[in-house]
């Protein structure tokens, strides 16, 4: 039950990108195409994940012994940067079509406030491992579901001749607020 | 370049917020207030130009492969101690501002600035540049706050607009509120950087 | 652009240095305000305490685990001239509008209430957070109830409290956990001390 | 002789035009109307002329003076917008704030993506939802209806009969103690209820819809999915426990069901064009609107579960293509 | 130093040297793939990917630059020479210089030069109006007046005038082709801008005979063959009964368009001809 | 009753004509025979300036595969051999005929008597077809012969006669098949002869009961022919749709209806390939509907090819008042004049005659998404999408989005009530895509 809370709470609830602007830089820049959304949303939930698990082996192993939790931010964004451009290496060779879907995407999310929020946010709630690797993938699920809805919203809208002013990124914030005028009815879910 | 240029173009023809889009979460995220925009927007520029200098003083030091986490360590560096500081003297906004002040170091404002800018330029014009940025990008923080604050609460800076009135328009407190200020806040912004050129 | 070739021994060396020097000169300003920081939260408890009892000039803590189980609650008591004049008690909820809200809540000896200040929560701006002070004088119907006659539930649910429109969820979570406030004090209190009418105790 | 008309092929076009079809919407929501006037009285029909008026209003200044295009303001789809947002606040809502919906309907929701058919998310329900967070404490006043009355007396919150179960259940009641203290199925049906103006009668809104599933202005696959899947999954919930859920029929009458599933989940606009993404479409809003209603903290759902579904529509449009001629046999 | 400071030291130490060894592992395996000039001279480029250059977009351009190592032949008409210069430099490289270009339309079958016959309903693109008939004036070659060129132009260089119903080239286009292209009729053409912005072109393409295209056209070239014989510089070429002015030959000397029976060479940008158009001296009011 | 199962619209029949008896018109003074009046190569010219012609003699010859003969349909001095305005306004080479009296080839037979049996073999008959310059009268004006002969590995097995006419308005087939029903089912038994093929099923709506009743009750001297009723619902005579309601067959996409076995004449056809066949006679004129809601008198007129349209339009009545626009063809499918000079050709099935209210275009909305035009698309396309795509210049989505499949019906730009351009831009797109798909090939 406290599994599932985290999960809908993540995904509906708290939208990382439409409760918590979290990630607002991917979502407006790598959603005009829903191919490349969903490319993107893939390495977001890849990248999610894996620095959950590291920064949480991080902070509890060294920096809450070491009582110096004052080094969270440079520490988690040294570790973030280098185990992406290393999955990235790894996955060149292990897996060239993987890196073909994801790779593309890996450099671009590593500086990215979502992977970090996340990181960040589990230490908040005093996650534990398993709590934490769960908020993660629903927070890339969130991030999934925000970004492949407005990809297509954005197709969509690419074939109506919207007012010129209109064009690009006021339109499409303007419908990101109308999403998350929408995601507010799921208030309560949890 | 003229100094002068280059400080004055981040307000308006080249605002990292409305113009360049940079920076959206802290932008939407922060922005409840007038007060809580300025503030973030204040602590935004402090990292910029610290990390602008030292960046380019060091950039010839830096071989290149290392650059970028280089970089992010010194970004990372100011970030905590704006965080520190801010802790121990302004609780209060520090508890507003919450999540977004570690998550400055993620601002592709401050590491396009550093990466684009500093890691070329002389200290004194990268200085300047940071000051400019980051000004624009406490400017659009705080005319964002306000509206969201004016429309949200009738208030701005905390000051009552209509005597009396309790709430506001309470969406623009909450996440739609953020995204659609902004939304047209860019119209605006399109329409006075074309005004200007 | 004067850039450096980069081989092992100079990349390592180079993030090496910035990594030190980095953290020596952030250790240096932890050090620093690790002072402020601490007073800064220190004051803050003190602020509200001091807003829900009288006057004092030396402060107790201790925790107690509530009867419903949970996390425990700190009890503040605080003295004036050695003698008890109130117990701030730091209670908490976690049915709120969104996550835990957490209060102070002020009791005089006899186990009335003597005023409730929130200390931190996620409610809706506009809506749930009209718990603060400043923000509405709700709170202040709390004010001198003896929770042992009035009944601390909203006014929906046939208690004595109005709940602040709109907002029920957050009204019945504050009150929950001024209850939970006053269980605690009730057993770790009030039923060890025996209820005296003597003097001192102003409300 | 005036000048010939070259034109490419076909030269005869049907009679059937936006207006037509707008104003036919119109015209079947007049029974609704009707009933909402008889039980609310004045403020109903101030409400509404408000809002008509409003959005009209802004409509014109938009495309006059924003837009700098045609004004086309007598197509008739900014009545509609109007006339629904009226039919989804309380009547009792201040003016001004029903003025501020016509904005948000018209000004954000429509004509930032260029008008007529190009908005991605229904106008109305855009303006509701708005002033639904945005004043929570007005737009959870009800106030109760009484025939032929010319003012509003009793102004008490939330007292629909969705609120009245959720509250109830919420305390630990059992649904078979609370719905004594909700007016009876005829009632309910004939719209004696707790409600927005224009919501309350189901009956008067399923005349309605027949009347433009006759006039062929509506489809019968998105009212039919919706109402339907609702029924199948408050059914479920209530074969579980009927003392924590309610039966379907009365989610079907109360609230903001029927006008939604007749009204606005099948504005065209943005709701799925084929059959099949229509049928999912509408499954997509019952589930939610459930979902909402029985486990979210608003005691109706139906205007959000029919935003977010309208966010689905590109992606359902893209998934679901009608059949090919001769695409079988490509395949086979 | 105290405890905290040397764990501090000692614990980011390490993280920073775990990083740097990542990093240089990065580095090894992952072999620059492209040539890193192809980021400089697509920075240089102005980005608005319009094709002008007649490569699809401006990285490709960028790319085929660095591949080519030489600039013939590449030009990129809205940078303009400033940018090839820019890149010439970046690459140690010469750049073409290359006259300034801009669009010219060449009809001027104005509602009133060729009235409407007929009228047309439908989609107001040329494309489709010229697959269905000749046009509203009856001229099948000239100008539909639905706008595509206009449509086409990233640049907001093109209008239509409601007056004439003919498009209009601003000053700012940039000769980036579009419309040359989007144009179902090839009356847009990209010729040298002139000195002071001072062209002359005849402003029709109609090869029907005289007869016949002037029953459409007021002003449609009837191919006698006047200029031809005025021009000194064997600056106009004359076939299929219409009459071209070549920019490279021409003078800009305005001796050719005062001989046109029909007015329909035109002159653009030049001061008002003085009574007696024999002086080619500058005019004083310039 | 049998009909196609997708889409399909109904609009107004307004068939004024259909009583109208077919009129021999009066030889015009000129007449204007183009050389390329059907789908493929024109013909080439094989008279020059100055020639005499007789009616019926070969004027133009086809040249490669798919291309047709040309004769001239009267008799008199050629005037010259030059571009002339069409129908559109562009210019087209064209023979111009003076015409004097009316003196035919010896070898035609001009009599009336019905000749019933045909000698002929297969190859003969194809040949005959071809040299007399039949095309499909059905409205492609392909040239019938080439659909005479099966590709090699297929086998056709249903002959099928298109009696539809799902065009309101027009009358022309209908006319044919009340007075030429003998000769028609003549033309059939040969085309059967010539595909070898054993059954033949004529397709007619059922707006037609006279037709159907008048062919059915000829059928018993004819085996292997039947006649089936169809739902009234347009465009039943699409080829496709065609089969699809009598056989239940779909052509697949992109392919021709010999996939399915069947091969498709309009009855037209049939009756030209009777004359060619049995009479010897060349494709001279064909029958014409000239008819509108103002037209004094509406009227089936048997028209020399060359002829010009102004001419039929007087003998109809003449043009009226309120005349918007003028229509080749039939209201769905037909081309508007830009010049009522131009003359009658193969493919000319009727001329309609519109006032301007009738035709003219809804004030043109932005689409409401109301997604009629894609329920009614008889492809199962969406035309909408399509016309966006294409006015968006997306070519390689418009392919895949299946633009090819559209057959240009009108049903979509008929059926919107936004009044949204469909077909134009769904025919801009279609071009585009052609392009783009022979640069591929290439
Ligand atoms: C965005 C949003 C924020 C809300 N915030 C609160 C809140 O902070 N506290 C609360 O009690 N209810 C909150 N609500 C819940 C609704 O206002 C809910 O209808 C109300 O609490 C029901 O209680 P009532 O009986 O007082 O109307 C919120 C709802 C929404 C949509
Ligand atoms: C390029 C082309 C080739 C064709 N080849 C054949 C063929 O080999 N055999 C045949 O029976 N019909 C052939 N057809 C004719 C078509 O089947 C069809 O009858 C003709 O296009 C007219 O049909 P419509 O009026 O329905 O458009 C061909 C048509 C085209 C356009
Ligand atoms: C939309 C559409 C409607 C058509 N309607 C008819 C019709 O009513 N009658 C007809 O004979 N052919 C009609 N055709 C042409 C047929 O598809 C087919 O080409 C013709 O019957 C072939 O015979 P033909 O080659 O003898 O002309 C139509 C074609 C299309 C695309
Ligand atoms: C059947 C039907 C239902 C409609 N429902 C709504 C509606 O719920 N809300 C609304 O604003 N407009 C509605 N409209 C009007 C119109 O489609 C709407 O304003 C467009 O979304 C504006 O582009 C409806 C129109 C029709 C024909
Ligand atoms: S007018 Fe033509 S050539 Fe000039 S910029 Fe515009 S599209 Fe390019
Ligand atoms: S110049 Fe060409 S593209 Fe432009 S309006 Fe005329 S015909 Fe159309
Ligand atoms: S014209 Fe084409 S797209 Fe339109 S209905 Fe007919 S086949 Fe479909
Ligand atoms: S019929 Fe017209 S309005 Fe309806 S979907 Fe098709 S194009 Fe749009
Ligand atoms: S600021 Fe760029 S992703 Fe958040």
Redesign the interface.
């Known amino acids: 039950m406290e599994y599932f809370a985290i999960v809908i709470g993540a995904i509906f609830v708290n939208n990382i990108v439409l409760a918590q602007f979290l990630g607002i830089c991917p979502y407006m820049g790598v959603s005009s195409k829903v191919s490349t959304s969903v490319g993107m949303a893939g390495a977001v939930l890849f990248v999610m994940t894996l620095a959950t698990i590291v920064t949480f082996l991080i902070y509890n192993y060294v920096l809450e012994p070491f009582n110096i939790t004052y080094l969270q931010t440079i520490s988690y964004i040294l570790v973030i940067s280098s185990l992406v451009q290393m999955v990235e290496i790894i996955l060149k060779k292990v897996s060239p079509e993987l890196y073909q879907a994801l790779g593309i995407f890996l450099p671009l999310i590593t500086t990215n406030c979502a992977i970090m929020g996340v990181a960040l946010l589990t230490v908040q709630n005093d996650f534990n491992l398993m709590q934490g690797v769960v908020f993660a993938i629903s927070h890339a699920a969130g991030f999934a579901l925000a970004i492949i809805l407005f990809a297509g919203i954005r197709e969509h809208m690419e074939l109506m001749d919207l007012p010129k002013a209109m064009r690009g990124a006021p339109a499409a914030l303007v419908v990101a607020g109308i999403l998350a005028l929408a995601f507010m009815g799921f208030a309560g879910l949890v | 370049m003229n100094q002068w240029k280059n400080f004055s173009k981040g307000l308006i023809k080249d605002n990292p917020v409305y113009i360049l889009l940079l920076g959206l979460c802290p932008a939407l995220g922060v922005t409840t207030s007038a007060f809580n925009g300025l503030g973030m927007g204040l602590a935004t520029t402090f990292v910029l130009l610290g990390s602008n200098i030292v960046v380019s003083l060091i950039k010839n030091l830096i071989p290149d492969k290392v650059r970028i986490p280089s970089f992010i360590v010194i970004i990372a560096s100011f970030v905590t101690i704006v965080q520190l500081t801010m802790e121990a003297y302004m609780p209060d906004l520090f508890d507003a501002l919450g999540l977004f002040i570690p998550l400055i170091v993620v601002n592709c404002l401050v590491m396009g600035r550093a990466e684009a800018f500093a890691s070329k330029k002389d200290t004194f014009s990268s200085a300047i540049d940071a000051l400019g940025m980051g000004l624009g990008f406490a400017l659009a923080l705080t005319m964002l706050g306000s509206l969201r604050e004016i429309l949200g609460a009738y208030s701005i800076f905390g000051f009552k607009l209509i005597p009396g009135a309790t709430d506001g328009m309470l969406v623009f407190v909450l996440a739609p509120g953020a995204f659609i200020g902004m939304g047209y806040l860019i119209i605006l912004f399109n329409y006075l950087k074309k005004k200007t050129a | 652009?004067?850039?450096?070739?980069?081989?092992?021994l100079?990349?390592?060396l180079?993030?090496?240095i910035?990594?030190?020097a980095?953290?020596?000169?952030?250790?240096?300003?932890?050090?620093l305000?690790a002072e402020?920081?601490a007073?800064?939260?220190e004051s803050?408890r003190q602020l509200a305490i001091s807003q829900v009892v009288p006057e004092f000039d030396r402060l107790e803590s201790k925790n107690f685990l509530p009867p419903g189980g949970g996390d425990s609650l700190e009890f503040n008591y605080a003295f004036r001239n050695d003698e008890i004049v109130g117990v701030a008690i730091n209670t908490w909820t976690n049915r709120g509008?969104s996550g835990r809200i957490s209060a102070m809540v002020g009791f005089d000896t006899q186990g009335n209430i003597i005023d409730v200040v929130h200390l931190q929560h996620a409610e809706?701006?506009?809506?749930g957070d009209k718990i603060q002070k400043g923000k509405?004088d709700w709170s202040d119907q709390f004010k001198g109830l003896d929770p042992a006659t009035a009944d601390i539930r909203v006014a929906?649910?046939n208690g004595d409290i109005d709940a602040i429109?709109?907002?029920t969820?957050t009204s019945r979570a504050y009150c929950d956990a001024i209850q939970r406030a006053y269980d605690t004090f009730k057993e770790h209190f009030l039923s060890q001390q025996p209820k005296t009418e003597e003097g001192g105790l102003a409300l | 002789m005036s000048l010939l008309t070259v034109s490419g092929s076909p030269h005869v076009y049907t009679e059937d035009s936006v207006s037509k079809i707008m104003y036919g919407v119109v015209l079947s929501l007049i029974p609704a109307a009707l009933v909402s006037f008889y039980f609310f009285g004045l403020a109903a029909i101030l409400v509404t002329l408000t809002a008509i008026v409003s959005c009209l209003f802004f409509e014109f200044i938009i495309q006059k003076y924003l837009l700098k295009g045609p004004v086309t303001i007598f197509d008739g789809s900014a009545v509609i917008t109007g006339l629904l947002l009226a039919f989804i606040v309380p009547a009792s809502l201040p003016l001004w704030m029903v003025v501020i919906g016509s904005l948000v309907s018209i000004g954000m929701a429509k004509m930032t993506f260029g008008g007529l058919g190009k908005n991605i998310f229904n106008p109305a329900l855009v303006g509701r939802v708005f002033l639904m967070i945005s004043f929570p404490v007005e737009m959870n006043m009800y106030p109760k209806p009484i025939p032929m009355s010319t003012q509003l007396t009793d102004i008490i919150s939330g007292p629909t009969p969705l609120a009245i179960v959720k509250e109830g259940v919420a305390q630990g009641e059992n649904v078979s103690d609370l719905l004594p203290q909700v007016p009876e199925y005829v009632n309910l049906l004939m719209g004696n209820m707790g409600g927005s103006v224009g919501e309350i009668s189901a009956l008067a809104i399923l005349l309605g819809g027949i009347y433009m599933l006759f006039r062929k202005i509506i489809t019968w696959e998105i009212p039919v999915a919706y109402l339907g899947s609702v029924v199948i999954f408050a059914g479920i919930l209530w074969q579980v426990n009927p003392e924590i859920y309610v039966d379907p029929l009365f989610h079907l009458v109360t609230g903001g069901l029927m006008l939604g599933a007749i009204y606005m989940a099948t504005d065209m606009v943005t709701s799925p064009m084929g059959r099949w993404g229509m049928i999912v479409y509408g499954i997509g809003c019952g589930f939610l609107t459930i979902i909402i209603r029985i486990f979210g903290a608003y005691p109706e759902g139906v205007a959000f579960a029919i935003l977010i579904m309208n966010a689905f529509v590109p992606l359902i449009n893209r998934g679901f293509k009608p059949k090919r001629f001769g695409e079988e046999v490509k395949n086979g | 130093m105290n405890e905290i400071t040397l764990l501090s030291v000692i614990s980011l130490g390490a993280l920073g040297t775990i990083a740097a060894v990542i990093l240089y592992m990065v580095a090894q395996k992952f072999k620059v793939i492209e040539d890193p000039r192809i980021d400089i001279v697509a920075d240089k480029l102005p980005g608005a990917n319009c094709g002008g250059c007649g490569y699809a977009g401006c990285r490709a351009l960028a790319e085929e630059i660095v591949r080519k190592e030489s600039l013939d032949g590449m030009s990129c008409p809205p940078g303009g020479n400033d940018v090839m210069k820019d890149i010439a430099a970046v690459l140690g490289l010469e750049a073409t210089e290359q006259d300034p270009t801009i669009a010219v339309v060449r009809c001027n079958g104005s509602h009133e030069n060729s009235p409407p016959k007929v009228r047309y309903e439908g989609a107001m693109t040329c494309a489709f109006a010229h697959s269905l008939f000749a046009g509203t004036g009856g001229c099948p070659q000239g100008c539909l007046g639905c706008g595509d060129c206009v449509v086409s132009c990233d640049f907001d260089a093109i209008y239509m005038d409601e007056q004439t119903g003919l498009p209009v080239v601003k000053d700012n286009c940039v000769s980036c082709g579009a419309c040359v292209k989007a144009c179902p009729r090839n009356i847009i053409e990209i010729r040298k801008r002139g000195k002071k912005d001072r062209r002359i072109f005849v402003s029709c393409i109609n090869k029907e005979k005289g007869g016949v295209s002037r029953k459409n056209c007021k002003v449609a070239c009837i191919g006698c063959g006047k200029c031809v014989k005025e021009c000194n510089f064997e600056a106009i070429v004359f076939e299929n009964n219409l009459a071209y002015i070549d920019y490279n030959k021409c003078t800009l000397c305005r001796k050719c368009p005062p001989v046109c029976p029909t007015g329909a060479i035109h002159e653009l940008n030049f001061p008002p001809r003085k009574p007696r158009p024999e002086t080619k001296t500058e005019p004083a009011q310039a | 009753m049998k009909t196609f199962t997708l889409g399909g619209v109904h609009p107004p029949e307004n068939k004024f004509s259909q009583n109208a008896p077919i009129r021999e018109l009066p030889l015009p003074e000129t007449v204007t025979i183009p050389i390329s009046q059907h789908l493929g190569v024109p013909a080439t010219p094989v008279v020059k300036k100055g020639d005499t012609v007789k009616t019926g003699q070969l004027i133009a010859k086809g040249e490669g595969f798919i291309s047709a003969n040309i004769h001239s349909s009267v008799s008199g001095t050629v005037q010259k051999v030059d571009e002339v305005i069409d129908t559109s306004g562009y210019r087209k080479k064209a023979i111009i005929i003076k015409v004097e009296g009316d003196e035919w080839e010896d070898d035609i037979d001009q009599s009336t008597d019905l000749i019933k049996d045909c000698a002929l073999t297969p190859e003969e008959i194809i040949k005959r077809v071809n040299e007399k310059g039949i095309v499909g009268l059905g409205g492609a004006t392909f040239p019938s012969y080439v659909k005479l002969m099966i590709p090699k590995g297929k086998k056709a097995e249903y002959l099928i006669i298109n009696g539809v006419e799902c065009e309101p308005y027009l009358t022309a087939d209908h006319r044919l098949m009340m007075e030429k029903a003998e000769e028609i089912l003549v033309g059939i038994s040969i085309q059967m002869k010539a595909l070898n093929v054993s059954k033949a099923i004529i397709g007619i709506e059922n707006n037609k009961p006279d037709a159907i009743e008048h062919l059915r009750k000829l059928l018993p001297g004819y085996p292997g022919i039947s006649v089936e009723p169809l739902k009234v619902k347009y465009p039943q005579g699409g080829e496709k749709q065609l089969i699809k309601a009598l056989i239940n067959r779909e052509v697949p996409s992109g392919k021709l209806p010999i996939e399915v076995g069947c091969v498709v004449h309009n009855v037209g056809t049939s009756y030209a390939v009777y004359q060619a066949v049995q009479k010897n006679r060349p494709l001279l004129n064909r029958v014409v509907t000239v008819t509108g809601k103002s037209l004094k008198s509406p009227s089936n007129f048997m028209v020399r090819i060359g002829t010009p349209i102004s001419q039929l339009i007087e003998e109809a009545g003449g043009l009226p008042e309120d005349t918007g626009k003028v229509v080749n063809g039939g209201p769905m499918m037909g081309k508007a004049l830009s010049n009522l000079e131009a003359p009658v050709t193969k493919g000319t099935s009727g001329v309609l005659i519109f006032s301007s209210q009738e035709t003219s275009r809804k004030t043109m909305l932005s689409c409401i998404r109301c997604g009629r035009c894609a329920s009614i698309c008889p492809m199962g396309l969406e035309p909408y999408l399509l016309a966006v795509l294409s006015d968006k210049k997306r070519d390689e989505d418009c392919e895949a989005e299946r633009i090819m499949d559209c057959m240009e019906c009108g049903s979509c730009l008929y059926i919107c009530p936004s009044g949204r351009p469909l077909l134009d831009h769904i025919r801009i797109g279609k071009g585009a895509v052609g392009k783009l798909i022979r640069s591929r090939s290439h």
């Open positions: 652009m004067a850039k450096k070739e980069s081989n092992f100079n990349m390592v180079a993030l090496f910035v990594t030190a980095a953290s020596f000169i952030l250790a240096t300003v932890y050090n305000t402020p920081i007073q800064a939260r803050k509008y809706t701006p506009g809506l509405s929906k649910d429109t709109a907002a969820i």
